[in-house]
């Protein structure tokens, strides 16, 4: 999720959910004591935001929230905000990793939305900005409450006269008319928030995400937080968090301030289960929401063969074979390694949704076909009697019942 830091995350996959869909065949903290539950919204089983108490002096649930009956949908924390089970990640129309052009960015949005998605998450880093343009246009003639939205903060982009050449080293085919500039004070999270917002051409997002601040963990509490807290006091925005593709500095947001949701990138998946120890423990603790992104750790559990990426890099050997072995079993019980690898992360209770990376239309249909496969409870099975899940995983059960 880390796009432009020269880290592992370098290509900003993560952030968004994937780096690559392969388709078919391929800070004032707030204390936060009692804050329980997360996790999907069932008419039996409210999800995160049903309880009342709020220690922070923030209402609980907004007073005037709506219930959320659609199956496919549940709330972030206890805030009014919500996504799909499947949400649209956007770095991919944002050209990462090669040109998509504007009718191939607007069939895989359209096809997204008529298979049910209303999540859509970006971020300034995307293509520069042209993932939110592209974005923007596409939803600015939708009913404003039909469709969930997030953008994120921490990377203010800075004309940059005169520059040529594109921005491949950052992962994105387009012009490098811009730079990236971290900035997680708080005037940098208004700045960035505004300016995002001039590039989408709508007037609000429900949901603003730190964008990986693992270099700058102890700013992006003390003065960026503190300012999405107040953005969303004001109104401004309904639900806030951190996206990131590790644990340690999400587990101390979510254990340090009053955040609302965490998108984790690559570790909750069928080879990284690493968020279980500590953040998801916590998040579903406290109440806080985690959507799934990168289930297919960029690319290798989408078409496990050698050269496949995995994190942003060549899978090692051992990786892959387990990649390999992990697809064998799925065959054997006749379903898509990729509908497995989409499936297990929403079983845990704490998580409210996945978000794929998506480019085409044909790669949004896909997405969308995995989530309806059924997936016999004997893989689930025989994945942890082999070792890939642990025993206290929480798997989905044949009924759609967490096991």
């Known amino acids: 999720m880390n796009g432009g830091s020269g880290r592992s995350g370098g290509s900003g996959g993560g952030a968004d959910g994937e780096a690559r869909h392969a388709g078919p065949g391929a800070d004032g903290t707030g204390s936060r004591e009692g804050r329980t539950g997360a996790g999907r919204a069932t008419p039996d089983r409210p999800g995160p935001g049903s309880s009342p108490g709020h220690a922070s002096g923030r209402p609980g649930p907004d007073s005037?929230?709506?219930?959320?009956?659609?199956?496919?949908?549940?709330?972030?924390?206890?805030?009014?905000?919500?996504?799909?089970?499947?949400?649209?990640?956007?770095?991919?129309?944002?050209?990462?990793?090669?040109?998509?052009?504007?009718?191939?960015?607007?069939?895989?949005?359209?096809?997204?939305?008529?298979?049910?998605?209303?999540?859509?998450?970006?971020?300034?880093?995307?293509?520069?900005?042209?993932?939110?343009?592209?974005?923007?246009?596409?939803?600015?003639?939708?009913?404003?409450?039909?469709?969930?939205?997030?953008?994120?903060?921490?990377?203010?982009?800075?004309?940059?006269?005169?520059?040529?050449?594109?921005?491949?080293?950052?992962?994105?085919?387009?012009?490098?008319?811009?730079?990236?500039?971290?900035?997680?004070?708080?005037?940098?999270?208004?700045?960035?928030?505004?300016?995002?917002?001039?590039?989408?051409?709508?007037?609000?997002?429900?949901?603003?995400?730190?964008?990986?601040?693992?270099?700058?963990?102890?700013?992006?509490?003390?003065?960026?937080?503190?300012?999405?807290?107040?953005?969303?006091?004001?109104?401004?925005?309904?639900?806030?968090g951190v996206g990131?593709?590790?644990?340690?500095?999400?587990?101390?947001?979510?254990?340090?301030?009053?955040?609302?949701?965490?998108?984790?990138?690559?570790?909750?998946?069928?080879?990284?289960?690493?968020?279980?120890?500590?953040?998801?423990?916590?998040a579903l603790d406290r109440g806080v929401s985690v959507v799934a992104g990168g289930v297919f750790n960029s690319g290798l559990l989408a078409d496990p063969r050698p050269g496949s990426p995995y994190d942003y890099a060549a899978a090692p050997p051992e990786t892959l074979r387990r990649a390999v072995r992990l697809q064998e079993i799925c065959r054997r019980h006749g379903v898509p390694l990729r509908a497995a690898a989409v499936r297990f992360p929403l079983a845990h209770p704490a998580v409210a949704g996945v978000l794929l990376g998506l480019r085409g239309a044909a790669e949004a249909s896909d997405a969308a076909d995995l989530l309806d496969l059924d997936v016999p409870a004997a893989l689930w099975d025989e994945l942890r009697r082999e070792g890939h899940l642990p025993g206290h995983a929480p798997v989905p059960g044949p009924d759609g019942r967490v096991r």
Request: charged share 25%; proline share 6%; hydrophobic share 40%.
């Open 244 to 282: 990131m593709n590790q644990t340690a500095v999400p587990a101390r947001f979510v254990t340090e301030t009053d955040i609302d949701v965490v998108l984790l990138a690559g570790r909750y998946t069928l080879l990284d289960q690493s968020g279980l120890s500590e953040l998801l423990p916590a």
């Open 64 to 240: 005037g929230r709506p219930g959320l009956d659609h199956p496919d949908r549940a709330f972030l924390g206890r805030t009014g905000a919500w996504t799909t089970r499947l949400g649209f990640g956007a770095a991919g129309i944002g050209n990462l990793y090669g040109p998509v052009t504007d009718e191939d960015a607007e069939q895989a949005l359209a096809t997204a939305w008529d298979r049910g998605v209303r999540s859509f998450d970006t971020a300034p880093h995307y293509g520069l900005g042209l993932s939110e343009r592209r974005l923007g246009a596409f939803l600015r003639d939708r009913p404003r409450d039909a469709y969930s939205l997030s953008t994120k903060a921490g990377r203010l982009l800075v004309p940059a006269p005169g520059a040529t050449g594109d921005d491949l080293a950052h992962g994105f085919a387009v012009p490098a008319a811009y730079r990236r500039e971290w900035d997680f004070s708080a005037d940098g999270v208004r700045r960035s928030l505004e300016q995002s917002l001039e590039r989408l051409g709508l007037d609000r997002v429900d949901t603003v995400y730190l964008h990986d601040p693992d270099d700058h963990a102890d700013q992006a509490l003390r003065e960026a937080y503190p300012a999405l807290e107040r953005l969303r006091a004001e109104g401004v925005v309904r639900a806030v």
